[in-house]
Structure formats: structure tokens, C-alpha cells
């Protein structure tokens, strides 16, 4: 069956922007616009685990179009997590409130690697659903898709958990490079394939996620996160989707994490879009990058750190306006609603 | 009463590199050195909650002199805390294991900052007994003063405890400027002063420590943090103690850091100390960079390592060897010995 997502979403500002093309304004989306921020979400979520309404596709379709509705954003992103697509192929893990996710044995040595098969379509019929259902009701919104890196997932893995300073996965990458590059190209394809999937069902861009690559050296970055992150990217060329690659703290990494394959970066608050882009080169979009701590500014100072964005953001083809990291489940969602009738309003002037 | 630092420390390798001048070789030391690392160190404080710690110069000499002894390192740093000079005040103030430093009352309006009132040496007369009994058993073997800066401090106190995003601080920097600047110029002063004691009573170099201020954009540090940096700096001037100025994840912040007043500027990991010496511009020493990380990989990687960085070191005047970051607890404390053996070998060679 095919996509069912109309044709037009294809020349919608998002997907212009991502191109480097002409917009009729400069389109706008929020990382985490889904979820804690909004009351109607939690009260949705209420006696439901993560992953588990993950895996339930009206969930997922009702949970995605809140913020759309209610800000009018020009993307949906699709409502996942990170390790859903390695809990989807069998490894033990739950999300712990308070905590993130927890893996039950972690994953340390080769013979651990067989608790991670490869991911095909039939491991998330939800996924495949949830998007169709999805791109029905978003009409002339483009739905973003969306999977966690295969850095970020290793160091889950390999930690067992959040960690701060990532020692044991450095430890295993310096330590058993094959072991290392093992783990990563497996779970490049389990990523990739998560990407393919809501490409295949809808999807219009998608978004790969590297929430703690910025803890790495760009020597490190290269040599062992780089081409696995590549092959994630790899996994949906030709399907017409334009790739956003982010992660926190990658100034260093800008360049390169570009250079993967991705027709967007994403670039955090510590970095201006000036800077990123002549870190980048040309040729590629940026994303970005209001600071997600100004959303508790007064309006006035917060007014005026957007329209900088949004007017450095325009000195180039290219830009789709975003926070520098994801929304705070503190704050204020009128809040997200003014700045998008901002941006709308700033970019069309 | 004179310091009784002998003069010759003056000549030592790590007051000379501070200074880009000739070295025999290069000097190394570690950040948080003197700690939990060491089994010594959790000996002697069982049962002595840190701030209590702090204010015993028996105990504070004793910490700082154990990594001395134990890694032969080619400087001693002052056994503190951030926040000893706001507790020596008078703030009410704790640091609860596994949380950090939790303030009562954190500090958010004006009449707030009366409970910080300016730093005096008589508020801290055991930072004095503990720097003259210490560099009298130090011998040739400089000191590094510490204190914490001001951005740093004032996260804390707003925040009341340790805080991922910075929220309330930044809000409050953002949304009201005159306080913000005020409480800041108060937290300059303290922080200053503490140094000034330390070198007064014969420290030999000073580190300012500014942990979170990674957290901000380049325009938001040199509007709201540099010029509090600088001031602190500046209560050591004509003190002749170089000033090393460090923060985490400052890669955007290099250039604004050296121009805050520093002769050092430590480099974390993620920047290369090439890098960070183009960012930074002639005339300054360069601080760090092993990612601490690699403490726990295989010897002969982190032997490369070490070796990459005393190297790069080495290209131009003015390295001190440390880490990119301070040392982790879990860390064999025979490998801090053996990197310090390493960096003194290759450096003579």
C-alpha cells in the first residue's frame, strides 16, 4: 500500500526549507512539542507506561496532533522515544519515571549482540499504522519521523542506562573498536529501518536524534560514531525525505555530523546559525536554536530573542525555526503558540 | 605575615608554563585529584560531612597533600568547595550526597542578597592556617588557589541546588538584568576575595572554576557573565599568581574566557588544544585536555592518548597537562600515577 500522505506535503515550507528553498514563511516545529508541556497530554498519558503507548496507534496518532492543533505548527513530529525501535526487536528495557530508559542486562559483550536482531517492518505494524492514521488527518502538515542514533542507543545499552559521562561505552569503543563497530552497525540498521518505515508509511522528513554524541571528541566522533550514524541516514535515501540530524552540545560536530548524510542540521543555542552555518557549509539547511531556558523569560526579552532567530535564520536559504534542544515540561504552552505566530508573522514581513 | 611559599615556587615548571615560559618539562596535575579517587582521602573524611571538611586546615592539608605524594604531580590544589566562601558568609547552605550543594532559601529578590554579605579574611581564617601549614610542607611544589565564579555560584543560590537547564538563573538574568548584575557583582567579590586569601597566604597560581557556564550562548556569557568573571580575576591582580580560568563545555566561550582575565585557559576535551589556541589567540597557556573517559580504557589506548595531548601540548609555550574535566570517582588511582610518570617521560624526551 502506499504512502497515503497528499502529494502536496512534498512543497510544503518545511520540506522547502530543508531543500534550501524558497518559503513562503520560515516554517516551524518544536522538539518534544508532544508531550509533557501539554495538560491534554497528560491527562492522556495518564496510567499509560511510555513505551506501551508507544505501541498503541491511536495513542501515538492523538498524542502527535495535539501540539499541531493547538500551536499550528508547520510539522508533526512522530510521538516515539529513542529505545522504542530496540525494545520493538525483543531487548528488555522500560522507561523508569525519573530515571529514563533502564536495560535489564546490558550490553557488553559479542555474544550480547544476539539480544539485538535486526529490525524489519513487522517488528512495528503500530509504527506503520500510527503514521497512515496520521498523515490522513495531518492534511498539508508534514509529519516529521523520528529514531534515536546508534551512539546514543549504544551508550543506553552499554550503560544500562542514562549516564553522564559515558564511561563504560568510551571504555568498550577504545577498548574492543570490533565489538564497538559490531554493536553500532547493528544498531545503524535497527535505526535506519525505524527511519524507513514511517518514510515508507508517510513520513515527509525525518529526524535522527543523538541526544549525547555532544559528549564526544570530534577524533572519537569520526572514527566511531560517524559512519554508523551514516548508515542510518543511508537506510532512506532515495525515498525523497529530507534527514534532520541533531544532537546537544555538537558545535564541535557540526561539520561532520552534516557530512553523515543529513540535508539538515540541527543546531543547539550554544552556536549561532551564522557560526553553524559556516561550520557546516553550504548547501544545508539549519535547524534551530532558541534557548528552551528563554521560554521562562517575559514575553518582551523572549520576543526578542526570537525575531533574532528568525531574522539570523533568513540571511540564508535554509532555515527551520526550532528551540536549541527540546520544550521544558515546565513551561507554559501558550507560550509555544506565541512564538509560532511569531516566527509567522517576523518571516513574512 | 609574609607567605611562607618558598620563592623558588615561583620558578617551578607550572608557574612557568602559566607564564608561556621555558619549562624542563610538562607539568601535570588533575582536576579534583585530591577526592574520592583515593582511599586515603575516603578514610580520612568518613564521618566529616565536606563543608565541615573544608573548614579543619589539619584535614584540608592532609587531602591536598595525598595526590601530591601518591602521583608526584607537579602541583598541589587547595582542598575545597565551590561553595565554601558563600557558606563562610553566612548563607545557609549544605551539600547532600548524591544531590550537591542545596541552598534553604535560594536567592531571588533583592532583599535576598543580604544574606550575602562580602567576603572578608576574617570570615575564612582556616583557608589562611590551611595555605600557610600547606605550603610549608609543600615545598617546591606550588599551590593552585581555588574558588568557584560567580555564574556558577549564582546558578546555585537562584536555583537552590544544582540544576540541568538553568532555568530560574537564566530567567532571572533575562528578566531582571539589575538584579541579576547585582547579585553577580556580590558572588565577583566573594569569589575574588576567597582567592585573594589563598594567594596572600602563598598560593602560587589560582584556578577560577566555573562549572555550568557551558550552559550559556556566547552573547548571553559576555553580557551577563564575563565582566563578574573578570572581576573576580582582578582581586588577584599585581598578586603575581597566574589565573587559570576553566568551565565545561566552553568550546564557544574560549576567546571570551582569556579576555576575562586569565593567563590559563583550561581546554575540556571536546576541543582540540590546537583548536582552543587558535580560539584564544597568542599569549595565553592552555590548560587540559585527556577526556577523563579514558581512565578506564586499556593502557595502551590511554597511552596514546596522553601522549597525543603532551604532544600538541608541546607545540607551542604554555601547557599544563590535566584533564579535560575533573577525575571520576570510580578511577584506579595507579593509573593517575602512571599518567603523571608518562607525561613527565615524554615531555623530557
Not at 17 to 39: D, H, I
Not at 50 to 61: D, G, I, K, Q, Y
Not at 291 to 304: G, I, K, Q, S, Y
Request: charged share 20%; proline share 7%.
Amino acid at each position: 500500500m502506499p504512502s497515503t500522505a497528499p502529494a502536496r506535503t512534498r512543497s510544503s515550507d518545511l520540506v522547502r526549507a530543508a531543500r534550501c528553498e524558497p518559503v513562503s514563511r520560515t516554517p516551524v516545529w518544536f522538539m518534544r512539542q508532544a508531550g509533557r508541556s501539554l495538560p491534554e497530554y497528560r491527562a492522556l498519558r495518564e496510567g499509560t507506561s511510555m513505551l506501551e503507548a508507544c505501541t498503541r496507534p491511536e495513542l501515538v496518532t492523538e498524542i502527535t496532533l495535539q501540539p499541531v492543533r493547538r500551536h499550528g505548527v508547520d510539522a508533526a513530529i512522530f510521538f516515539s522515544d529513542i529505545v522504542v525501535p530496540v525494545a520493538a526487536v525483543g531487548l528488555e528495557i522500560e522507561i523508569v519515571a525519573g530515571v529514563g530508559p533502564v536495560v535489564a542486562r546490558p550490553i557488553r559483550s559479542r555474544a550480547d549482540l544476539e539480544r539485538v536482531p535486526e529490525l524489519t517492518s513487522g517488528h512495528v505494524p503500530y509504527v506503520t499504522e500510527a503514521v497512515r492514521l496520521l498523515v490522513a488527518e495531518l492534511g498539508d502538515t508534514p509529519l516529521i519521523g523520528f529514531a534515536g542514533a546508534p551512539f546514543t542507543l549504544a551508550s543506553y545499552l552499554v550503560e544500562g542506562g542514562p549516564s553522564k559521562n559515558h564511561v563504560r561505552t568510551k571504555a568498550l569503543m577504545h577498548g574492543d573498536p570490533a565489538l564497538w563497530h559490531a554493536l553500532c552497525d547493528r544498531l545503524a540498521q535497527v535505526s535506519g529501518a525505524f527511519l524507513r518505515v514511517q518514510a515508507q508509511a508517510g513520513a515527509r522528513v525525518v529526524q535522527l536524534f543523538d541526544s549525547w554524541v555532544g559528549a564526544l571528541s570530534r577524533a572519537d566522533y569520526t572514527r566511531f560514531v560517524q559512519p554508523h550514524s551514516a548508515q542510518a541516514l543511508a537506510a532512506v535515501a532515495g525515498l525523497d525525505v529530507p534527514r534532520i540530524h541533531f544532537g546537544v552540545g555538537t558545535g564541535e560536530l557540526l561539520a561532520d555530523m552534516a557530512a553523515a548524510g543529513a540535508e539538515v542540521v540541527g543546531v543547539d543555542y550554544r552556536v549561532s546559525l551564522t557560526d553553524a552555518r559556516e561550520r557546516i557549509g553550504p548547501g544545508h539547511a539549519v535547524q534551530g536554536n532558541l534557548d528552551p531556558a528563554l521560554l521562562f523569560a517575559p514575553w518582551e526579552v523572549l520576543r526578542a530573542a526570537v525575531v533574532e532567530v528568525v531574522e539570523e535564520g533568513r540571511r540564508a536559504p535554509g532555515h527551520i525555526f526550532n528551540l536549541g534542544h527540546g520544550v521544558l515540561p515546565d513551561v507554559d504552552p501558550d507560550v509555544l503558540t506565541r512564538i509560532t505566530d511569531l516566527v509567522h508573522e517576523v518571516s513574512t514581513r
